[in-house]
C-alpha cells in the first residue's frame, strides 16, 4: 500500500512544483491534493475501462 502512496507523491511532486514554489510551506499540502487528484484519474480510468464484449448467447432462435 506505501509503494502505492509513494508512487502517486512522486508523480505529484514535479507536478505541484510548476505551481508552487518546493520552499512554500503548503507545498505538502497542495502534494498531497495533486496526489488524490491523480488518484481518482487513475480509478476513473480503470472503472471506464472498455471491457470486451461477453459471447454471443446461444439462446438465438434458430
Known amino acids: 500500500m506505501s509503494v502505492i502512496v509513494r508512487l502517486f507523491l512522486t508523480l505529484a511532486a ?3 512544483a510548476l ?3 518546493r520552499d512554500a510551506l503548503n507545498f505538502d499540502i497542495i502534494q498531497t491534493m495533486v496526489a488524490v ?3 481518482t484519474v487513475a480509478v ?3 472503472a471506464f475501462w472498455p471491457r470486451r ?3 454471443p448467447s446461444s ?3 434458430r
Do not use: C, G, M, Q
Open 19 to 21: 505551481f508552487v514554489s
Open 14 to 16: 514535479p507536478i505541484t
Open 59 to 61: 439462446t438465438e432462435p
Open 37 to 39: 487528484v491523480l488518484f
Open 44 to 46: 476513473a480510468a480503470v
Open 53 to 55: 464484449p461477453a459471447k
